[in-house]
């Protein structure tokens, strides 16, 4: 083989996106990460709430990771999910009620992997399964960051979330939001206050007119992925 066709295989090679570097959307991996969140969420513990808030920051470094994000966009992104987890962990030491610390870290994570899932998606010129993935874990951080905003409701007002009586864990507050996000609202729960209404009522909106324009076109313009 001549030298020319060795220069030309090594530029051809070195032209080809690296795996690493360009993440190719692996959306389905966010899902994945949720579901375990979804899990371990309900149950209540001091110890769970720190990991559960490392897999919140792991859907945002690697929703960053996957969108192409400069390094260092990438490297502030875990260095926010290190505060985040050291914060959870010490609540329970230096504050009156860990599930208000808790709730707030889980909705900073949240709400930036959003804006970072979101932001390249709307770059993206094809829609994929890669995308369909993508909007459907944007959706299920949407159940999550109004779960943490009932429960901060509860915590920092003082006054209980729900009308109906006892002290409800964080079961109840996922609960809720995601039946109030689908609009299925079986009723057993129900907003004790006009504030908490209002916000169930911007939930409930946000999930359907999400669901019927984002992720009705995305379907209907969805592509297979390429064989060849």
């Given amino acids: 083989m001549s030298s020319d066709e060795d220069l030309g295989i090594i530029e051809a090679v070195s032209r080809r996106p690296s795996v690493v570097v360009r993440g190719a959307g692996r959306y389905g991996v966010l899902l994945v990460l949720l579901a375990m969140v979804l899990v371990l969420a309900p149950f209540e513990s001091t110890f769970l709430e720190p990991v559960i808030v490392a897999l919140l920051g792991s859907v945002l470094v690697f929703a960053l990771w996957t969108s192409r ?9 875990i260095g926010l999910t290190l505060a985040c987890v050291v914060a959870s962990a010490v ?3 230096w504050a009156s009620s860990s599930r208000g610390v808790y709730a707030l870290v889980s909705i900073m994570l949240s709400v930036t992997a959003i804006a970072s899932i979101a932001t390249h998606l709307t770059l993206r010129r094809t829609a994929t399964s890669a995308t369909l993935a993508g909007a459907v874990a944007i959706y299920l951080l949407v ?7 009932y429960m901060c409701f509860t915590v920092f007002s003082g006054t209980p979330f729900f009308t109906e009586p006892g002290d ?4 109840a507050y996922l609960y809720f939001s995601f039946t109030t996000l689908t ?3 079986f009723g057993d729960l129900t907003a004790g206050s006009d504030a908490g209404r209002m916000l169930a009522v911007m ?3 946000l999930g359907q007119l999400y669901l019927v324009t984002v992720v009705a076109f995305i379907v209907a313009t969805r592509r297979p992925r390429s064989t060849s």
């Fill in 91 to 93: 609540a329970p030491v």
């Fill in 143 to 149: 159940g999550l960051v109004f779960a943490d905003l």
């Fill in 168 to 171: 409800r864990g964080s079961v």
């Fill in 183 to 185: 609009t299925v609202g």
């Fill in 203 to 205: 939930e409930a909106l």
């Fill in 69 to 77: 994000a400069v390094t260092s966009v990438l490297w502030g992104a």
